[in-house]
């Protein structure tokens, strides 16, 4: 039979041919290189508005919105508005200040993704007060830029943070539509810095209204730079303030010295008997239900790139460090319990010398507490010490400020499954899971309450100074967050 076609016309048909086995080849081999290399609608967006991003975020560290102090009442109220006037701008529903008898919460949501899960996002725009004033490069509430950072009070701790779910959700909605790829339920709070007793006590009312598949909390930080990091532990916290009580009024040192009882040194008898001089807490049962970390964990630790002398001399600044001998440095800031004084207020403090025996003082002292550890139970046994403990003279009480369980995350889900691959998109690296000393209480109430797993996703750095003088957040890390928590809402869409 002869060729019905020639060569110049079979040449296209050829190339066709071709063309499909080639793409076919790539789609199987390649394709997830090809999606690594293609930013999302969504980051593109975010990557095209960072300087206006960023200028959002110094307007609200502009706000003073210290929880801690009553005359900062109204700039709490005012964060919360402003916060809440870019949700309904930028397309969230049912955006709402709920008064309480702290401060106010703060809810919106966003839920027409059919059959797809549903996110509650957490985050507080209250903050630490500043103080040393004095110790500050720059003004705490001035948001100024240096070394690629952005310093202020509250700038990583949670400003920041929670502007980073903001922005995500911006980015999100403008690259699709005013459509978000998973439902959104959000309530941020502005007491955290307090104990964030309010959030608790509407959570437990509102378990409904609440009701979600996972938290996405952005309140922790990266083991180190460039390094992905989900948390999946926190330490337990009560919040105390004794208060030691002698004489009816302030008295004349020289005329009664000798004789009048002084709460100070009361205080500083009790507080000498809360631990031994290598840090064990003596208080009878305080180690009684310690869980220890499993030795999968344990030795997921030791791999981390953790330098001890560099963490002496950088993050902490001291000669040396303290804590139980025979465990690590790491062991004894995520594992272990610890005790904690924090201030002592009382007496004369001025400049220049006043001889007074006060008639009261306090001391705010702290338990940072583990797995399996009843906060009640702890606070129970440490209230009858101090009791015991309290010399004569004196009449002690007991303030509790704040109390919350530890809690530990299994990471056994399709939520941090979805985290990891999001944070491996943007940084490149494998993701590590770390526990937190610190404490956010709010996690154990998801948990317990709501019943629901918490995905802790911070972009915070160790040295980004919370709670200190010159707290910063790294610019670039504020970015990621918002790439991240887009890629990883895309992913469970």
């Given at each position: 039979m002869g ?10 048909v ?5 063309n ?8 199987a ?5 090809r ?5 999302s ?12 991003f ?17 005359e900062?009442?109204?700039d ?29 919460l ?8 059919d ?6 996002m957490y ?5 630490q ?6 110790e ?36 999100l909605?403008q ?6 790829p ?25 378990k409904?209204?609440?009701?979600a ?9 990266l ?11 926190l ?8 208060e ?22 009361a205080?500083i ?17 305080f180690?009684?239900n ?7 964990e344990?030795?997921a630790?030791k ?5 001890e ?6 993050e ?8 139980e ?9 995520w594992a272990?319990?610890?005790?904690e ?44 010490f ?5 010399p ?7 303030k ?24 491996h ?15 956010i209480?709010?996690v ?28 910063k ?13 887009c ?7």
């Amino acid at each position: 039979m002869g060729n019905t076609h020639s060569p110049r016309e079979r040449l296209p048909v050829f190339r066709y041919i071709l063309n499909r086995f080639r793409q076919y080849f790539e789609c199987a081999s390649s394709a997830p290189e090809r999606q690594q290399t293609m930013a999302s609608p969504a980051v593109e967006f975010a990557r095209n508005n960072q300087p206006r991003f960023l200028d959002e975020l110094k307007t609200l560290l502009r706000i003073p919105s210290i929880s801690t102090l009553d005359e900062h009442k109204s700039d709490v109220l005012k964060a919360a508005e402003f916060v809440a006037d870019e949700l309904r701008r930028i397309g969230m529903d049912n955006v709402e200040i709920i008064p309480t008898q702290g401060h106010p919460l703060l809810y919106a949501d966003w839920l027409h993704a059919d059959g797809k899960p549903t996110v509650l996002m957490y985050a507080h725009y209250d903050v630490q007060p500043p103080d040393p004033l004095d110790e500050w490069k720059t003004p705490p509430f001035e948001p100024t830029e240096r070394n690629n950072n952005i310093y202020a009070r509250g700038a990583v701790d949670d400003k920041g943070q929670l502007w980073m779910e903001v922005k995500a959700l911006e980015s999100l909605m403008q690259a699709n539509g005013g459509k978000l790829p998973i439902n959104v339920k959000i309530i941020f709070e502005g007491e955290e810095e307090t104990g964030g007793e309010s959030i608790a006590e509407y959570v437990r009312k509102q378990k409904a209204k609440l009701k979600a598949d996972f938290a996405l909390v952005c309140d922790t930080e990266l083991f180190a730079p460039n390094l992905p990091t989900l948390c999946v532990g926190l330490r337990g916290l009560v919040y105390t303030e004794i208060e030691a009580v002698g004489a009816k009024t302030d008295l004349h040192s020289g005329m009664y010295g000798g004789a009048a009882p002084n709460p100070f040194f009361a205080l500083i008898e009790i507080i000498s008997k809360l631990k031994d001089a290598k840090g064990k807490v003596l208080i009878p049962g305080f180690y009684k239900n310690v869980k220890a970390p499993s030795k999968d964990e344990l030795k997921a630790w030791k791999r981390l790139p953790f330098n001890e002398e560099h963490y002496r001399k950088t993050e902490v600044g001291s000669k040396v460090l303290t804590g139980e001998p025979g465990f690590s440095v790491l062991y004894r800031t995520w594992a272990r319990p610890t005790l904690e004084v924090h201030g002592m207020p009382g007496g004369f403090v001025a400049p220049g010398a006043k001889t007074v025996i006060p008639a009261k003082a306090s001391a705010k002292v702290s338990m940072r507490m583990v797995p399996n550890q009843d906060p009640d139970d702890i606070l129970k046994r440490y209230t009858a010490f101090v009791k015991k403990h309290t010399p004569k003279g004196i009449d002690t009480k007991i303030k509790v400020w704040s109390k919350g369980k530890a809690s530990v995350v299994g990471t056994d889900n399709r939520f941090i499954e979805a985290a990891t691959e999001a944070l491996h998109d943007t940084f490149k690296k494998e993701t590590v899971f770390i526990r937190s000393g610190g404490s956010i209480p709010i996690v154990t109430d998801f948990q317990d309450v709501l019943k629901i797993p918490s995905v802790m996703m911070g972009f915070g750095l160790p040295d980004d100074n919370l709670h200190a003088p010159n707290e910063k957040f790294h610019i670039p890390n504020f970015h990621r967050g918002i790439e991240t928590i887009c890629l990883f809402f895309e992913k469970l869409g």
